[in-house]
């Protein structure tokens, strides 16, 4: 029986958290509107959860003229949903019906075609398998639509190596990868993609209608659009009956990094991480100028800084290999893919046409941030969850221009003003690395877990940016981990 004493300690220690959660939710809220900057009337959603409750949901704008934005919302998050695919694998591996260490072509035997019979899911999830380019296929955009035509072009692929392969660790296969993996998926279950996703992995979770590698009929209308598509025809089911080839998109609409308004870096300049980044910056500056020889030159001030800069901070671009950059996002036929057309929503690109609401993301990397257990059930267990966790490579990536930290399937948490990535020495272990790991998508929507913090994060939108000419995700991930630690 709880004395009156016990008692009125619980009540106190419920309102305090509740308190908290509040705070966080009204902060979040408030953060993510100040960042629609002069995108309005595009928005987005982001969920945090901690220890498997949800503490914070908000949402912004609109997802479609006629749809503003909720936390339960469907979106196109490009290779955010890697993280998910990963995680079905990992689930697999759990209930032994696939081995990391195992060749895929045990499971599959076409993919051992042109020396690719010793290749395992280890290299393929750490990125270091060389099947980063997609351009070593002969396809079209048409084909990249056809689920079996493309695995067996994937199974009959070459091994290609990054152009100056020895100064890299990793190679990101930025689309291939999710035929690898979606095909021995296929394999070992005997099961379509989309049904051994449902089975294992989103039903478990309670996300089965808000998850998807190719997005339901009934489903398409329900998905976040583009701003500048919110009245147009060409997006339509009707006109996709009609006119069944999605239209190449021409290459002027790509997102280009905007000048900066006077309102946006007003904006920047309110950020609880914007002292953060200024110093970050200030720091590279002095780093640069005794690299040059000018060893008693400092920083004076703190620098004013706008989107390239912050984003600098994250992705060095002067770092970036175009070539391999190319290799591993374009088609060789050059001609961009229309990945929000609702044909290419409705088939699967695993790697890159993931669909799912800020909700669903959040859920599964609270279950990842409980070491593999929701709701009292393991999904994954404690070995395999220690071998997905764990670093595999530490060193520069031949097609992304950072340090990825690739563990299997996953990334490392881009954060650099709370558990900042530290300094690789050679002396470095797998255990002295930050725990945080997720994905984020091309159009810097991203989904992370920290189990240490027994957190997990998740933020989807639809602003026509790129997660190298936006820092919105970088923002948010910052401001998540300053609240959450000042309350604990």
């Given at each position: 029986?709880?004395?009156?004493?016990?008692?009125n300690?619980?009540?106190?220690?419920?309102?305090?958290?509740?308190?908290?959660?509040?705070?966080?939710?009204?902060?979040?809220?408030?953060?993510?509107?100040?960042?629609?900057?002069?995108?309005?009337?595009?928005?987005?959603?982001?969920?945090?959860?901690?220890?498997?409750?949800?503490?914070?949901?908000a949402?912004?704008?609109?997802?479609?003229?006629?749809?503003?934005?909720?936390?339960?919302?469907?979106?196109?998050?490009?290779?955010?949903?890697?993280?998910?695919?990963?995680?079905?694998?990992?689930?697999?591996?759990?209930?032994?019906?696939?081995?990391?260490?195992?060749?895929?072509?045990?499971?599959?035997?076409?993919?051992?075609?042109?020396?690719?019979?010793?290749?395992?899911?280890?290299?393929?999830?750490?990125?270091?398998?060389?099947?980063?380019?997609?351009?070593?296929?002969?396809?079209?955009?048409?084909?990249?639509?056809?689920?079996?035509?493309?695995?067996?072009?994937?199974?009959?692929?070459?091994?290609?190596?990054?152009?100056?392969?020895?100064?890299?660790?990793?190679?990101?296969?930025?689309?291939?990868?999710?035929?690898?993996?979606?095909?021995?998926?296929?394999?070992?279950?005997?099961?379509?993609?989309?049904?051994?996703?449902?089975?294992?992995?989103?039903?478990?979770?309670?996300?089965?209608?808000?998850?998807?590698?190719?997005?339901?009929?009934?489903?398409?209308?329900?998905?976040?659009?583009?701003?500048?598509?919110?009245?147009?025809?060409?997006?339509?089911?009707?006109?996709?009956?009609?006119?069944?080839?999605?239209?190449?998109?021409?290459?002027?609409h790509?997102?280009?990094?905007?000048?900066?308004?006077?309102?946006t870096?007003?904006?920047?300049?309110?950020?609880?991480?914007?002292?953060?980044?200024?110093?970050?910056?200030?720091?590279?500056?002095?780093?640069?100028?005794?690299?040059?020889?000018?060893?008693?030159?400092?920083?004076?001030?703190?620098?004013?800084?706008?989107?390239?800069?912050?984003?600098?901070?994250?992705?060095?671009?002067?770092?970036?290999?175009?070539?391999?950059?190319?290799?591993?996002?374009?088609?060789?036929?050059?001609?961009?893919?229309?990945?929000?057309?609702?044909?290419?929503?409705?088939?699967?690109?695993?790697?890159?046409?993931?669909?799912?609401?800020?909700?669903?993301l959040?859920?599964?990397?609270?279950?990842?941030?409980?070491?593999?257990?929701?709701?009292?059930?393991?999904?994954?267990?404690?070995?395999?969850?220690?071998?997905?966790?764990?670093?595999?490579?530490?060193?520069?990536?031949?097609?992304?221009?950072?340090?990825?930290?690739?563990?299997?399937?996953y990334?490392?948490?881009?954060?650099?003003?709370q558990?900042?990535?530290?300094?690789?020495?050679?002396?470095?272990?797998?255990?002295?690395?930050?725990?945080?790991?997720?994905?984020?998508?091309?159009?810097?929507?991203?989904?992370?877990?920290?189990?240490?913090?027994?957190?997990?994060?998740?933020?989807?939108?639809?602003?026509?940016?790129?997660?190298?000419n936006?820092?919105?995700?970088?923002?948010?991930?910052?401001?998540?981990l300053?609240?959450?630690?000042?309350?604990r």
């Amino acid at each position: 029986m709880i004395n009156n004493k016990e008692y009125n300690s619980q009540i106190t220690h419920q309102n305090h958290s509740q308190d908290n959660d509040n705070h966080l939710q009204s902060r979040l809220q408030q953060l993510l509107k100040d960042l629609q900057l002069d995108d309005a009337p595009a928005g987005g959603a982001l969920v945090v959860y901690q220890a498997g409750k949800c503490i914070a949901q908000a949402s912004v704008g609109l997802a479609r003229a006629d749809l503003a934005w909720g936390t339960d919302t469907l979106s196109l998050n490009f290779s955010t949903g890697k993280g998910i695919l990963a995680t079905l694998v990992h689930v697999l591996v759990s209930q032994k019906k696939l081995d990391y260490d195992l060749p895929i072509a045990h499971y599959w035997p076409a993919f051992a075609a042109h020396n690719k019979d010793n290749i395992t899911l280890r290299s393929v999830m750490s990125h270091q398998a060389d099947l980063f380019s997609i351009q070593s296929i002969d396809i079209d955009n048409q084909n990249v639509l056809d689920w079996n035509m493309m695995l067996e072009k994937i199974a009959a692929m070459p091994v290609t190596a990054p152009e100056q392969a020895d100064l890299y660790d990793s190679a990101y296969s930025a689309l291939v990868y999710g035929w690898v993996l979606g095909g021995v998926i296929e394999a070992v279950t005997d099961m379509t993609l989309a049904e051994a996703l449902r089975y294992y992995l989103t039903e478990p979770l309670g996300i089965a209608d808000s998850c998807y590698f190719g997005v339901p009929d009934n489903q398409i209308d329900k998905v976040a659009r583009l701003v500048k598509n919110f009245h147009s025809a060409e997006d339509t089911i009707e006109n996709v009956q009609e006119n069944a080839q999605p239209q190449p998109r021409s290459r002027r609409h790509k997102p280009v990094l905007k000048p900066d308004s006077v309102d946006t870096l007003q904006t920047y300049r309110h950020l609880p991480s914007y002292g953060c980044w200024q110093q970050q910056a200030a720091n590279q500056s002095v780093s640069q100028l005794k690299a040059a020889d000018n060893n008693n030159a400092a920083a004076e001030t703190l620098p004013a800084l706008d989107t390239a800069q912050i984003n600098r901070l994250y992705f060095d671009n002067s770092q970036l290999n175009l070539k391999n950059y190319k290799a591993a996002l374009l088609l060789a036929s050059k001609e961009p893919i229309d990945y929000y057309h609702p044909q290419t929503l409705q088939a699967s690109i695993p790697a890159a046409n993931g669909v799912a609401s800020a909700q669903a993301l959040a859920t599964i990397y609270a279950m990842l941030a409980s070491g593999g257990v929701w709701q009292g059930k393991t999904l994954i267990d404690e070995a395999t969850f220690k071998q997905l966790s764990t670093p595999q490579v530490t060193g520069m990536d031949a097609v992304m221009p950072a340090h990825m930290d690739w563990r299997l399937g996953y990334h490392r948490r881009f954060s650099i003003c709370q558990n900042n990535r530290i300094d690789i020495t050679a002396d470095t272990t797998p255990d002295d690395m930050p725990q945080a790991f997720g994905h984020m998508g091309y159009n810097g929507s991203v989904a992370w877990c920290d189990p240490e913090r027994q957190l997990s994060f998740a933020f989807i939108h639809n602003f026509d940016v790129t997660m190298l000419n936006d820092i919105r995700q970088f923002a948010l991930t910052e401001a998540v981990l300053s609240l959450i630690d000042a309350e604990r």
